[in-house]
């Protein structure tokens, strides 16, 4: 198992950048893929973006192009650098941990055991 804990998130302006963390302990952090999954009220946990243990990067299409994961093993840290903010990236983001995901299945939440407690993002217009 292992511990997420996500920081970073406040309220933005629409335009504006943000870099969300999640720190991780209790197991060894390369051993892991991570993801990062938002909510809102009301509507399921949907998908924003993963890393696999090798590095390889994975984005939802809402995100592409304005969004980059990446990971620093040695800090066991993920990051998630988030450009160009809109409104509808309001939610609350949270960082998931798996060891065993399989690529098909890389965007399920279903497929993360461990989770962090999340963070809130809110974009004004």
């Known amino acids: 198992q292992v511990h997420l804990v996500e920081s970073g998130g406040g309220l933005q302006q629409t335009g504006d950048s943000l870099r969300l963390s999640c720190v991780a302990s209790?197991?060894?952090?390369?051993?892991?893929?991570i993801a990062w999954f938002r909510q809102t009220p009301g509507k399921e946990r949907e998908f924003v973006a993963a890393?696999?243990?090798?590095?390889?990067?994975y984005y939802a299409d809402s995100v592409k192009g304005r969004f980059t994961i990446s990971r620093d093993n040695i800090k066991s840290m993920v990051y998630l650098q988030m450009d160009s903010l809109q409104p509808e990236d309001t939610a609350v983001y949270y960082c998931?941990?798996?060891?065993?995901?399989?690529?098909?299945?890389?965007?399920?939440?279903?497929?993360?055991?461990?989770w962090g407690q999340g963070t809130q993002v809110t974009v004004s217009s």
């Open positions: 209790g197991s060894t952090f390369r051993n892991y893929a």
């Open positions: 890393i696999r243990q090798n590095g390889y990067t």
């Open positions: 998931a941990a798996s060891s065993t995901v399989i690529l098909s299945s890389l965007r399920s939440q279903a497929s993360y055991g461990n």
